[in-house]
């Protein structure tokens, strides 16, 4: 067995898998020379350094990914690059996704991360890192035994051909039906696809599914069609639904990252009582009289009753208008406008942390890349979300409704790509170092 | 007997609140107010007109989630009639507010509809607290004497004055309640700003202050100036203290006069390095706002008269580019997003008023014995006398 080991790692070091180099969008080339990467722009060669303190260690492997960053299998973990950033970023694996030290990486036409590594073989969503690791079962040799680690694997047609340390397996993904959720229950109890729960303020929702999917399905869940799909496991948001209707759904996923259709739920979260109506209106009726009934009472004996209602009056509006101002800016909250808090840009920031700024950018067939301004699409927004939301979960059809708005009112027909990224920043004490972006949408124009 | 310690209180508490004040400097904060307002308007009314149409767009999110206000009041969003409907309301109250006809009337429906028209822009998208010193400030000049200077109101009530009979008195300067609308903005001003530096202390700790977080906050909200700033992050940290100290100590303003000349520039500062550098917007309905109660204006004929007519050259050149430059920048941030004829068309008068106001040595006019001409030319000339430049003599009934 050790021997059969010792071959195989000689093997993948001295025959690393996957590809060796990379053209980005842009014309330059990615390139891997003993073990570090370079990018080579004309006839220049530059070598890409790390934001990691540990550095890459010996990278093994890249891979392109289709809508323009370069993937790295190395010693120290995976790492991306993205066109026009100098330094390569580590990617977080969450939970689900492959472990081990990577030893090849591949990225399919769905922007899919697959991954093998000394220890396992999976894949991972290229933005946000979570995945799934093959089991044992999913990858048997001819002999009929499973394969064992370490693997790497190269790409072949659809799938992969993964070797292990005792031979070699195809794996070729998306070949059983779309996962499903065939059953939901919040706390305790089961529901059916569209049902209205009804919730009381700060209430703890358990959600706990079962499904159908190939290789066992793992569930995740979004509220209010946020982008981002969480683990329903860890489902620590359900707990803080504001007041009001919000719309949670909980979607399967199977061992290749395919998504079941969304199973629908929607929460009706009631007021807390002291912000409901009738304890709002009663507290500000007992107040406003009791500052009324001080007013008309702190004034200079005799003084006529009109006279004393004339200045009673507006001194209790005074009162009460900024007290409740005072009220709200202690307890901040932007629905209570006009009587609003000042919340906003309160977060502290640490070095080294990723900081996030999502764009809109139309790229022509050269590489060049442009962001666009949501505001320009024509449409009166108060934040970007509001265009880029939509155009992240709303699939083809609506990405190619942005990508012809975009041609139509601020390009003109040459830009073939539209994407919404995030780019990405790290903090540093020189100044703030690009990454490579999230790409969070990526939509190539295709003639009708 | 001595006045007891709690109605001492109580009558400066009226006096600060309610009681006489310039009406000259209402009559040009009910004036900057409006042009708040039109700033709001022009971003709220079309938003509104093109969230509540017809069009759908698959890559525009518009849900309807309404302020609180709003909710309790059960009110759900407009039909595309009635938001037409309001935008209209909106913006004839506020011309009239602006010219001053009707003023009271016109101020009262502004504040009502203009808070309306808010809500139901910040239902459909975030509340912003950029309109809110501005709100408080028009529900207040509604309970004020706000067209009793500077108005057509004014002007009228000095024409039909001087028909009716032959003793031109001289419009008032003070009223009572003409403090109450700066007031209620200034307060609201100092609320805001402490509570928005409090806030960062106390949610994000005294790490906010550490350089890191507005570096972050720039890379987020990219704007011209963001790059070159957010690469060093002393200054960033010496950015966030400042901007600490300045916020959480405004209400300091009230307790001196002379304060006013630090913590009014740096607040207008604040904006205007928010805007290049966050992304923020020019935030006028706040500044504005902020120019418009924190300023004496019925003061600054005699300002200019002292800094710039009678003071030194040094003083006297320092004082007039720091005005001019800053009137320049005043403007042309205003006017930058607006069609060239609105410029044209505010030049004279605006010139009229500014020349009202020019340090001149007074200017003595004799009105004519009793005759209808000369006083209704004294009317006109005493409503535009804002300033103080002129001076009325008349051979007989005239008084000055």
């Known amino acids: ?448 | 007997m001595s006045t007891p310690r709690w109605l001492l209180l109580r009558e400066r508490w009226d006096q600060f609140w309610f009681g006489p004040s310039s009406l000259v400097r209402l009559g040009i904060f009910r004036i900057v107010m409006m042009l708040a307002v039109y700033d709001a308007f022009g971003r709220f009314a079309p938003a509104i007109a093109q969230h509540m149409g017809d069009e759908h767009v698959s890559f525009v999110n518009r849900p309807w989630n309404p302020i609180y206000a709003l909710d309790i009041l059960g009110l759900g969003p407009p039909s595309p009639g009635f938001a037409e409907l309001t935008a209209t309301v909106v913006f004839v109250s506020m011309v009239l507010a602006l010219v001053g006809l009707f003023t009271r009337a016109a101020c009262a429906t502004l504040a009502v509809s203009f808070t309306y028209m808010a809500a139901v822009h910040y239902s459909l998208g975030k509340p912003h607290h950029d309109c809110v010193q501005l709100t408080f400030g028009l529900w207040a000049l509604a309970f004020s004497p706000a067209g009793a200077r500077i108005s057509i109101d004014s002007f009228l009530r000095r024409m039909f004055q001087a028909a009716r009979g032959p003793v031109l008195r001289p419009p008032p300067s003070v009223a009572r309640y003409a403090a109450f609308p700066i007031r209620a903005t200034q307060l609201a001003i100092a609320i805001g700003y402490f509570f928005a530096g409090t806030t960062k202390l106390a949610i994000g700790g005294a790490a906010w202050a550490n350089g890191y977080t507005l570096q972050a906050i720039m890379l987020e909200y990219r704007s011209p100036w963001s790059e070159p700033l957010s690469d060093n992050v002393l200054m960033c940290q010496l950015m966030q203290v400042g901007l600490l100290v300045v916020q959480g100590s405004f209400p300091l303003v009230f307790l001196h006069r002379k304060l006013r000349w630090f913590y009014v520039p740096m607040a207008v500062m604040f904006h205007l390095m928010a805007m290049q550098t966050m992304s923020t917007g020019h935030f006028m309905t706040l500044w504005f706002p902020l120019l418009a109660a924190f300023i004496d204006w019925e003061l600054v004929p005699d300002f200019l008269r002292r800094n710039v007519r009678d003071a030194r050259w040094p003083r006297r050149i320092v004082t007039f580019v720091a005005l001019a430059a800053a009137s320049a920048l005043v403007a042309a941030i205003f006017f930058e997003p607006r069609p060239p004829w609105m410029l044209a068309s505010l030049t004279v008068p605006v010139g009229l008023g500014a020349w009202l106001m020019l340090p001149i040595e007074p200017r003595s006019i004799t009105l004519r014995n009793g005759s209808v001409a000369s006083r209704l030319k004294g009317a006109l000339l005493s409503c535009l006398n804002w300033g103080g430049t002129l001076r009325f003599r008349s051979s007989s009934k005239l008084r000055a």
């Open chain 1, 1 to 448: 067995m050790d021997l059969l080991f010792l071959t195989a790692a000689i093997a993948s070091t001295l025959f690393p898998s996957g590809d060796r180099s990379a053209v980005e969008p842009g014309g330059a080339r990615i390139e891997l020379r003993e073990g570090r990467a370079v990018r080579v722009v004309d006839s220049t060669t530059v070598e890409l350094p790390c934001t990691s303190a540990n550095g890459t260690g010996e990278i093994r492997a890249l891979a392109s990914d289709p809508a323009g960053l370069t993937y790295f299998a190395a010693e120290n973990g995976l790492f991306v690059v993205g066109p026009f950033i100098d330094h390569l970023d580590p990617v977080l694996r969450r939970e689900g996704a492959p472990s081990g030290e990577p030893r090849s990486v591949y990225v399919d036409r769905e922007r899919r991360v697959w991954l093998a590594t000394d220890e396992s073989v999976g894949v991972v969503e290229p933005s946000f890192g979570w995945g799934r690791t093959l089991e044992t079962g999913d990858l048997v040799a001819a002999s009929g035994d499973a394969l064992a680690p370490p693997f790497h694997f190269e790409p072949k047609g659809e799938g992969l051909l993964v070797v292990g340390q005792n031979g070699e397996a195809s794996y070729q993904p998306d070949q059983a039906p779309r996962p499903t959720v065939d059953r939901l229950e919040i706390n305790g109890a089961p529901v059916l696809a569209d049902a209205i729960v009804d919730a009381g303020y700060g209430e703890s929702q358990r959600l706990s599914a079962e499904g159908t999917a190939a290789g066992g399905a793992t569930f995740r869940y979004r509220v209010d069609g946020h982008h981002v799909w969480r683990d329903l496991e860890n489902a620590d948001s359900l707990d803080r639904l504001n007041p009001g209707e919000h719309l949670v759904e909980v979607v399967a996923c199977d061992r290749d990252l395919n998504l079941s259709a969304p199973f629908p739920v929607r929460f009706r979260v009631a007021m807390p009582i002291y912000f409901g109506k009738g304890f709002v209106l009663g507290v500000g009726a007992l107040v406003s009289l009791i500052v009324l009934g001080l007013s008309l009472a702190l004034q200079r004996p005799g003084t006529p009753l009109l006279r004393r209602v004339l200045a009673g009056v507006p001194t209790t509006a005074v009162v009460l208008i900024f007290g409740v101002q005072i009220l709200a800016g202690l307890i901040p909250h932007a629905k209570g406008w006009p009587f609003v808090g000042y919340s906003m840009y309160s977060k502290s920031f640490r070095p080294e942390v990723p900081v996030h700024r999502p764009v809109l950018i139309a790229r022509t067939p050269g590489g060049v890349e442009r962001e666009i301004p949501p505001q320009l699409l024509g449409y009166a927004i108060d934040g970007r979300w509001q265009v880029l939301g939509p155009i992240v979960t709303g699939g083809d059809s609506v990405e190619r409704d942005a990508l012809q708005r975009v041609r139509k009112r601020v390009t003109g027909p040459g830009v073939d790509v539209l994407q919404v990224q995030s780019r990405r920043f790290r903090l540093t004490k020189g100044g703030p170092v690009p990454i490579a972006p999230l790409v969070l949408s990526h939509y190539r124009w295709k003639d009708q």
